[in-house]
T-cell receptor
Framework: KAGVTQTPRYLIKTRGQQVTLSCSPI?????VSWYQQTPGQGLQFLFE???????NKGNFPGRFSGRQFSNSRSEMNVSTLELGDSALYLC????????????FGPGTRLLVL | QKEVEQNSGPLSVPEGAIASLNCTYS??????FFWYRQYSGKSPELIMS????GDKEDGRFTAQLNKASQYVSLLIRDSQPSDSATYLC??????????FGAGTRLFVKA
């Protein structure tokens, strides 16, 4: 089975711009979770989608949003970028049960200048 | 209080020794617990999952769970230099939200 894919792998943006990141889960997986990883804060939960519905979200401002399509692919969007948004953004796919193992993609590294 | 706490390390052990990694969590309702390994520049990969009290063994790895004490641990026997990585404890807190600890950096000296 193909693994989780994320595009793009690297991005450089300037403050105030917006960005859209994409995640394609493992075939058959209906849950996609998004995380932000920074050296100072570690891996922080952004949100989780299952069958096009957001089931939970973390403590991030409304500038961070996401969606999931009928084929389980997911996108996250960050508007009005700030310097502090520079991070590795990881998505993880799973079957969507509480016991389900999450499989991570390679991540998108975002640099905001 | 952080929801999932780990000693950030670094934890340094000689090759062949047992490495012991610990994690505590705050949500008593948590039911699913995971250990991930993350090499520098790579994404996390699952090592072990554990759902009930007691020990679970998989090769050189043993996960231990004590829900009464809200404590999860990972033992790595016969540590190898290739085990040098950051180990992340993750807790599914209900509502399909997984909280990760900050990670413990492990160095295995040859």
């Amino acid at each position: 089975k193909a693994g989780v894919t994320q595009t793009p792998r690297y991005l450089i943006k300037t403050r105030g711009q917006q960005v859209t990141l994409s995640c394609s889960p493992i075939s058959g997986h209906r849950s996609v979770s998004w995380y932000q990883q920074t050296p100072g804060q570690g891996l922080q939960f952004l949100f989780e989608y299952f069958s096009e519905t957001q089931r939970n979200k973390g403590n991030f401002p409304g500038r961070f949003s996401g969606r999931q399509f009928s084929n389980s692919r997911s996108e996250m969007n960050v508007s009005t970028l700030e310097l502090g948004d520079s991070a590795l953004y990881l998505c993880a796919s799973s079957l969507g049960t509480a016991e389900g193992t999450q499989y991570f993609g390679p991540g998108t590294r975002l640099l905001v200048l | 209080q952080k929801e999932v706490e780990q000693n950030s390390g670094p934890l340094s052990v000689p090759e062949g020794a047992i490495a012991s990694l610990n994690c505590t969590y705050s949500d008593r309702g948590s039911q699913s617990f995971f250990w991930y390994r993350q090499y520098s520049g790579k994404s996390p990969e699952l090592i072990m999952s554990i759902y009930s009290n007691g020990d679970k063994e998989d090769g050189r790895f043993t996960a231990q769970l004590n829900k009464a004490s809200q404590y999860v641990s990972l033992l790595i026997r016969d540590s190898q230099p290739s085990d040098s990585a950051t180990y992340l404890c993750a807790v599914e807190t209900g509502g399909f939200k997984t909280i990760f600890g900050a990670g413990t950096r492990l160095f295995v000296k040859a």
